[in-house]
């Protein structure tokens, strides 16, 4: 079984302000699809804090699959994407843009996002938007590649054929 972690990053929401709506509806998603969840936590929106977060977790916790909710806009607040590119070692760009064509088909709003989709080591690091329904859409929209992505990232050699085949 896959093991994931969650990471919903709020300044309100790590201060008990607002509740996490985001992170539980993407546990569902997950476990959902196979994956057992690991970690599921809120963090503010402090860079060096989720870089540290992100390193543990992808390094000491050998996860196959770390998602984050929130702060991936144009806010000053909004690190998540700069605090992922620090960390990671190779983008998936493909992927991020898989969400934001995604989103793009039903707000205008998703060309504000910033989101970054990245490997470190063995680990997928994913950014989502903090909205419930943005989470899950954008969730939703990857799920047809993740397993062949985190095979690929794993090291499997079989060939990259279609869907199909």
């Not at 977790?57 to 700069?82: F, Y």
């Not at 709003?109 to 690091?125: C, E, F, P």
């Amino acid at each position: 079984m896959r093991r994931a972690a969650i990471l919903t990053i709020s300044d309100k929401g790590s201060k008990g302000e607002r509740q996490d709506r985001s992170g539980p509806a993407l546990k569902e998603i997950l476990e959902k699809a196979g994956f057992s969840i690991a970690n599921l936590e809120v963090l503010p929106d402090d860079q060096p804090l989720l870089e540290q977060r992100l390193r543990h977790l992808a390094d000491a916790s050998c996860l196959d699959l770390v998602v984050t909710t929130g702060g991936t806009g144009v806010s000053p607040r909004d690190v998540t994407p700069d605090a992922t590119l620090a960390v990671i070692d190779r983008q998936v760009p493909g992927m991020a843009e898989a969400m934001r064509a995604n989103s793009l088909a039903k707000t205008p709003h998703a060309m504000l996002s910033r989101a970054v989709v990245g490997i470190r080591g063995q680990t997928l690091i994913v950014n989502l938007p903090g909205s419930v329904k943005g989470a899950q859409e954008n969730m939703e929209a990857l799920l047809p590649a993740l397993e062949h992505a985190l095979d690929k990232i794993q090291g499997d050699p079989s060939d990259c054929g279609s869907m199909s085949e």
